[in-house]
């Protein structure tokens, strides 16, 4: 998938996302969640790395107001209180 390395595609499948399906039946945000619950150093960056292989496109050219509502939602998420499992 585009914007997905070896690395983020092992972490992946470690939640037990392995197909492209899979992953793009996922919101971005609570994927990014459950790989940090896992130990995977999940960032922003990440969540704009999935939503872009979601869409097909670089994460880069993402359109703003999408960028934009991403960053909000993963900077909500980040309270320890919104932990919960995909």
């Known amino acids: 998938m585009r914007n997905l390395g070896p690395t983020t595609l092992a972490w992946l499948a470690d939640l037990g996302l392995t197909t492209e399906a899979a992953i793009i039946a996922e919101d971005p945000i609570e994927i990014a969640r459950a790989l940090r619950r896992a130990g995977h150093p999940a960032s922003l960056n990440l969540v704009y790395a999935l939503a ?27 309270s320890p209180k919104n932990d919960v499992d995909i």
């Open 52 to 78: 872009g292989a979601r869409l097909g496109r670089p994460w880069n050219a993402l359109p703003p107001d999408l960028r934009e509502d991403l960053r909000q939602r993963w900077q909500r998420s980040a």
